[in-house]
């Protein structure tokens, strides 16, 4: 499954891929490459996205992350969760 | 597709004693929330920043009354109107410090030094803050931690819990309605030791600030995680003779009563001149204090002094004066500021000598400056190391010793201490809540804590392309009867330095018709060997006598060296020429400078004998020490010759040896400067144009020595080649062959013949360890050995078949020019060799010449290089090669 997300990240989004990972998708691909900043209800539900994967030994990735939002990520320790691709 | 693998964290595991698991929950959840707000803050730009930071500063002031309040009611501690003021100057100065500082991004550039500072925030930090100064420390964390993208949990001093949550709700909400991450800042409620113990150790708190007493100070740095930790001070004032009395005694009651002394800066021990002693206790007195007599003194420091610790009382802390004379029972009046009491020594016998932040202050009479100081250091060392210490004088003498002696992250001068400290307001200190006491105080800082502290500044340092230079005589005359020119050079005293031979062979006399007509000439004659201390000594007792204003050094290498150094020694007699031979990495950052000041000026014309030192423009010149068994060389550009003669008529009769000893000295001096570490587009030109010369004329000098072509070619080539090694350094092959070549006494140039094949060979190939060195780029040496071969005709297509060939084109020529080829070949036996094989690496290793050289020899590659040139050619040279004429 693919998901391509806007600027304004909605959580709405995010907890669509966490339906898909529920229902038993076994990869959903997030594209953030429209991302400039996330906030912090985005990491939430990306955190959350993380712990459903992990259950479901699914698989997140995300596309076209960029630095500034990678280094959040990176210092929330939600790196090891995804894995990422341009 | 990716995915990182992260290293496992470090254990870290906070003391969990006394605390319930929901409050360790509570705690966990704080830290998470903190974690992930800076996170989010390093998104933000210098713009979100100070736009969130002015809004904070806004809502400071706003609330800076009923925060004062609040704190007041809490904690029964200090004034309500000066605690407004420590709000506001919280908020409003420390805004005015921030305001324009850059936090974000690059900070600071430094253009002239390729260095850019760039911030990165700290993470969550935990914040320790005092009873004592409980609003406006958390105000101003508040601003400093948005400014410079940074979030904080608070843990207040339990007495002072309430207030600061309000403040930090105030900063908070304010924060984050312009912008700020959620979860920026937190406040404990009711914090306990447990509390700040497991925060303090928590795996996800970068850092600890704590403002307070030593406990808490203590503790932060004590958790293993990186600290600022400020706290308690003791603080000396000194009131000079020449102080301006009246603001002195108004600044300190200022200071003192502000808040009720509670600053931590504040003024303790007044040591007072023994003239102005009782002028100055009684402005004081007319002002408000209470002069305490003997028994009031006594009283005062049985009761606010804990006699068993030597610690201020806590119940006084903050207390108005008149509130502590009348729980002590102390009569005063009811307008009084101030208690103050004489003190007659300082430390545990003397209580009222400790930290009081309380209006009391201790006086002490000095009878003197000297024992005035002593007592100030005294004071500072009895708990006050590294804070807070006050002078009140106009004697700039006494204020800069003053300074000298104390230990003191900030000296007030003539301005009160507790407001002054807090900076910004009398001095241009940075202003601060939190004072960092160095090493004296157990912190890691003097300065006053501010933005740059909560940040990790990270310099990015552009690599630094060093000038460099090329610097020989600018007068160098060449070709046949160039030693007319010397005419030119009026003088009034002129000594000739030479060696016996050559004023056999008339080369004096030639050089004395060319002298101008009325110059007075005396010839001083030198052994003809590297020079000695005592014919050093000599020749400047020669040059003394004479007067001489021109020294003209006629011979090879060693009388030019000679010369050099005599001349050094004339003109700056205090020379220390054991000092100047200290050996250096680079030349513009030796530790030994050579002598600027001169007191005679003598003018060095070089006239080369041998064409290969090169020594007539050269910054070098070797003595000899017989007494130690050594040689000293000195290396300086002073050192080298005003004019070098380049004259071939003085080479036409060097015999054959000496011929092909010189050339291939030269030759090897331009080889090892066109690949030296120090190489540059001016000393190639030199090397390139010298080897050329070399391989086409040194053959042809050594076998028709009258060819005055090829002398002359071959002097101008010696010169050539030492403009280039002048400026670039030579290599491991001169390393080598000064090894050997002393070990065995055996000639520089046979010396350097033996090694160098196999140098090249060496130099050639991919180092074992690369020389760091900012002048070159990459690893060339192989390819410009390459161009030297294609600068010759010499065959190959590839860098590795050029370098071949120009090895065994050098070989052809040392053939050509009947050197040993081997070490072996001068009768050395292996036996004897190998004995002396430790000591020739360690003097290889030692000598200088290989720190330019392209490739870092490993002790072990020394020794193997000598085990080569002992056995010589170990490749045959080829028939192509053999059959090449070089162009």
């Known amino acids: 499954m693919w998901i391509k997300i806007d600027e304004k990240i909605s959580p709405t989004v995010l907890r669509e891929a966490e339906e898909k990972l529920l229902a038993g998708d076994s990869e959903v691909t997030l594209d953030f490459s429209s991302v400039s900043r996330v906030d912090a209800p985005t990491l939430r539900e990306l955190a959350e996205l993380a712990r459903i994967a992990d259950a479901k030994a699914g698989r997140v990735n995300l596309r076209g992350v960029n630095v500034d939002v990678y280094k959040v990520l990176k210092l929330v320790k939600l790196t090891q969760k995804f894995s990422f691709a341009n | ?887």
């Not at chain 2, 513009?588 to 014309?605: G, M, Y």
């Not at chain 2, 587009?681 to 010298?690: F, H, I, K, L, R």
Request: hydrophobic content about 40%; aromatic content about 6%.
């Open chain 2, 1 to 887: 597709m990716s995915t990182l693998e992260t290293l496992p964290e470090k254990t870290i595991v906070p003391p969990t004693e006394n605390l319930p698991p929901e409050r360790i929950a509570c705690l966990d959840n704080l830290v998470s929330q903190a974690k992930t707000a800076a996170a989010l803050f390093a998104q933000f730009t210098q713009e979100d920043v100070d736009r969130i930071v002015r809004a904070m500063v806004l809502a400071g002031l706003e609330h800076a009354q009923h925060l004062a309040r609040l704190a007041i009611e809490e904690t029964r501690i200090g004034v309500m109107e000066d605690k407004v003021i420590k709000n506001m100057v919280a908020s409003e100065f420390v805004y005015n410090f921030v305001k324009d500082k850059r936090t974000v991004g690059v900070i600071r550039e430094f253009p002239d030094r390729n260095l850019t500072e760039i911030a990165e925030p700290v993470g969550v930090l935990f914040s320790i803050t005092p009873i004592t100064n409980p609003t406006s420390t958390v105000l101003f964390k508040c601003i400093v931690a948005v400014k410079t993208r940074n979030a904080v949990i608070f843990g207040p001093h339990p007495k002072a819990w309430r207030c600061c949550a309000e403040a930090v709700r105030i900063m908070y909400e304010t924060a984050v309605k312009h912008g700020a991450p959620e979860g920026v800042f937190f406040c404990l409620e009711s914090p306990t030791i447990p509390d700040n113990a497991y925060l303090m150790h928590h795996k996800d708190v970068a850092m600890i600030d704590a403002t307070g007493g030593p406990g808490a100070v203590k503790a932060a740095y004590s958790s293993g995680k990186p600290a600022l930790g400020v706290g308690a001070g003791n603080t000396p004032v000194y009131i000079e003779k020449t102080a301006d009395l009246n603001t002195a005694v108004v600044d300190i009651i200022v200071s003192k009563t502000f808040d009720n002394g509670t600053i931590c800066a504040s003024e303790q021990t007044l040591v007072i001149d023994d003239e102005i002693f009782d002028q100055v206790l009684k402005k004081f007195a007319d002002l408000g204090a209470h002069i305490c007599n003997e028994k009031e003194t006594r009283l005062l420091a049985r009761t606010v002094i804990d006699p068993q610790t030597g610690c201020m009382q806590p119940m006084a802390v903050g207390q108005k004066a008149t509130d502590i004379a009348r729980f002590i029972g102390l009569k005063v009046e009811p307008n009084t500021k101030l208690l103050m009491a004489e003190i007659r020594g300082v430390g545990r016998g003397h209580p009222l000598s400790a930290e009081k932040l309380f209006p009391v202050l201790a006086v002490y009479r000095a009878h003197s400056a000297s024992e005035a100081l002593r007592v100030c250091v005294d004071v500072n060392h009895h708990g006050g190391l590294g804070h807070t210490a006050v002078i009140f004088s106009r004697n700039d003498g006494i204020i800069r010793k003053f300074g000298e002696v104390i230990n003191a992250g900030r000296i007030i001068v003539n301005s009160p201490g507790s407001i002054g400290a807090l900076g910004a307001v009398y001095n241009d200190l940075v202003p601060t809540f939190s004072f960092g006491c160095g090493t004296g105080g157990g912190n890691s800082t003097t300065d006053n804590v501010n933005i740059y502290h909560y940040l990790n500044i990270k310099r990015m340092a552009r690599r630094t392309q060093n000038h460099m230079w090329f610097r020989v005589p600018n007068q160098i005359y060449f070709n046949m009867n160039a030693v007319e020119n010397i005419r030119q050079f009026p003088s009034l005293s002129t000594i000739i330095i030479t060696n016996p031979a050559l004023e056999q062979l008339g080369h004096v006399e030639i050089v004395r018709k060319n002298l101008p007509p009325k110059t007075h000439l005396h010839v001083h004659v030198i052994p003809d060997a590297e020079p000695e201390m005592q014919v050093i000594l000599d020749g400047v007792k020669a040059l003394n006598f004479y007067k001489a204003d021109q020294i003209v050094a006629l011979g090879g290498g060693s009388v030019i060296d000679a010369a050099k150094i005599m001349k050094l020694k004339y003109e700056s007699p205090s020379a220390d020429l054991e000092e100047l031979a200290a050996p250096f990495l680079d030349l513009r950052k030796r530790v030994v400078q050579f002598p600027s000041e001169r007191t005679n000026h003598a003018r060095l014309i070089a006239i080369a004998t041998t064409s290969g030192t090169g020594s007539e423009v050269t910054p070098f010149a070797v003595l000899t020490d017989n007494a130690n068994g050594r040689k000293v060389t000195l290396a300086d550009y002073t050192l080298s010759p005003d004019v070098a003669i380049v004259d071939p008529q003085f080479v036409m009769s060097m015999p054959k040896g000496l011929t092909a000893d010189t050339g291939i000295d030269c030759l090897t001096h331009a080889l090892e400067a066109g690949v030296s570490n120090y190489a540059s587009p001016y000393t190639d030109s030199n090397a390139m144009q010298a080897i050329r010369l070399a391989f086409k004329y040194l053959p042809i000098a050594y076998e028709n020595p009258r060819d005055e072509e090829a002398r002359s070619m071959m002097h101008n080539a010696a010169c050539i080649a030492a403009m280039a090694f002048s400026n670039a350094s030579v290599g491991l092959n001169h390393a080598l062959a000064h090894a050997f070549g002393a070990r065995f006494k055996v000639a520089h140039g046979r010396a350097n013949a033996l090694m160098l094949p196999h140098v090249i060979a060496y130099n050639a190939s991919v180092p074992t360890k690369f020389m760091p060195s900012p002048y070159t780029q990459g690893y060339v040496a192989n390819k410009k050995y390459a161009t030297i071969a294609d600068l010759l005709g010499l065959p190959g297509h590839t860098i590795d078949e050029k370098v071949k060939s120009l090895i065994a084109a050098i070989e052809h020529l040392l053939d050509d020019l009947d050197f040993p080829r081997s070490i072996a070949d001068l009768g050395i036996s292996k036996e004897e060799f190998e004995k002396a094989m430790p000591e020739l690496v360690k003097n290889a290793f030692d000598d200088p010449a290989w720190r330019s050289n392209p490739r870092m020899p490993l002790m072990s590659e020394i020794g193997e290089l000598f085990w080569k040139a002992y056995d010589g050619r170990t490749r045959p040279v080829t028939t192509e090669v053999l059959e090449h004429q070089p162009a």
